[in-house]
């Protein structure tokens, strides 16, 4: 979803996070879920201004090409 830029995969993801007994995961679903929409296009647009700031938030080491 992140790497194939599939940002309209983010409400079956978040419904399939919900059907598991992971808490921390349903705290992110629900944060997640208030900007749905935002989150989307963050997902979907590579040339948005939060994609680049999400991108450069990533810790060293992680491989931001595909970001």
């Known amino acids: 979803m992140l790497t194939g830029?599939?940002?309209?995969?983010?409400p079956d993801w978040l419904d399939a996070v919900r059907q598991e007994d992971l808490p921390s995961?349903?705290?992110l679903d629900a944060g997640i879920?208030?900007?749905r929409d935002t989150v989307i296009v963050i997902l979907t647009c590579p040339?948005?201004?939060?994609s680049r700031s999400l991108r450069a938030a990533l810790p060293e080491g992680v491989?931001?090409?595909s970001w």
Do not use: F
């Open 5 to 10: 830029r599939q940002g309209e995969l983010l």
């Open 25 to 27: 995961l349903h705290t």
């Open 33 to 35: 879920d208030r900007d």
């Open 47 to 50: 040339g948005t201004q939060a």
């Open 63 to 65: 491989d931001k090409s």
